[in-house]
């Protein structure tokens, strides 16, 4: 269901324009469930302003898959999906079936889909696939270009100063899978990561973190070796692990449709149980 504002008014105002015999509890269980995009972007703030001529869209209830995986968005080309914390994106020599990308092709009676990122297992939030060689191909010139937007959200151990910066290193893994910034430049790719620090109490800081690049664990080394540690993510000395998992989460991502060029925009909430260290706002 398609609508455009013609006049200035909250979100929460406009979707009582579009459904008038549907509950407020309604609607904002939509925007809770990230069916609401205006102008492209998911938004689930009810306060929102709207003006004259912004589209909202009504998308579809929710597809959930094997895992607790939810479809964010689907078509001939693309799949972007929210994926759990605790489940590989993809094969590795130690597991092959218990995977996001096994999960997509047994779906489809293991139609060819093809991995165009990766998240670690640690790792829960928003990520794709293509579903076509082409797709994939135009994707990943996008990531190698920098045209990819990615905001993660961590919640780190210590307390930082409040603001931004810039981490940049070059990473190498060793034998044992353990990535780590090279002495020798030679021997390592270059890592850019932004980060804002937006809230520190506790010996708790949480962060907003932008890579620049996408090298293998590149979010946790950058902040293991700024001393401060993922909370949870023992693998790269983490002394605390309150919430029994890795404390980071792929919140958003922006890229253009590898075939049509429409600028898609997708962010979901952060994971509940963050609120049990911060008392957190969905952040966009």
């Known amino acids: 269901m398609k609508y455009k504002a013609n006049r200035k008014a909250s979100l929460l105002e406009i979707l009582q324009e579009m459904a008038p015999n549907s ?47 939810r479809v964010l968005h689907e078509d001939d080309a693309i799949v972007v999906l929210e994926k759990p ?26 139609r060819r889909v093809f991995p165009v990122h990766r998240l670690d297992r640690e790792t829960s939030g928003v990520m794709m696939f293509a579903y076509t060689e082409k797709a994939r191909d135009l994707l990943k010139a996008q990531f190698e ?34 990535v780590k910034s090279a002495r020798d430049r030679r021997n390592g790719k270059l890592a850019i990561t932004h980060y804002e620090v937006l809230k520190a109490c506790r010996n708790r800081s949480f962060l907003r973190l932008n890579p620049k690049t996408g090298r293998k664990n590149q979010l946790r080394v950058h902040c293991s070796e700024a001393g401060h540690p993922i909370v949870g993510d023992k693998k790269y000395r983490a002394a605390s692990n ?28 952060l994971p509940e149980i963050f609120n049990k260290i911060f008392e957190l706002k969905n952040l966009k």
């Not at 990230?34 to 579809?60: F, H, K, W, Y």
């Not at 045209?147 to 409040?162: N, P, Q, R, S």
């Open 23 to 69: 509950s407020k509890n309604t609607l904002r269980s939509w925007l809770q469930a990230g069916r609401i995009t205006v102008d492209n972007q998911c938004n689930t703030r009810a306060n929102t302003e709207i003006l004259s001529g912004q589209e909202i869209d009504l998308g579809p209830k929710a597809i959930f898959l094997r895992r607790a995986i």
């Open 85 to 110: 914390e605790g489940l590989l994106s993809v094969a590795t020599d130690f597991e092959t079936q218990a995977t996001v990308h096994a999960i997509l092709k047994h779906r489809f009676h293991n």
């Open 145 to 178: 270009q920098h045209l990819v937007d990615k905001t993660y959200f961590a919640i780190v151990e210590g307390e930082m100063a409040l603001g931004k910066g810039v981490w940049e290193s070059f990473l190498e893994e060793d034998d044992f899978y353990y």
């Open 242 to 269: 309150p919430l029994k998992r890795v404390c980071l989460h792929a919140q958003k991502i922006s890229f253009s449709h590898p075939l049509t060029q429409r600028k898609m925009v997708f962010s979901i909430l």
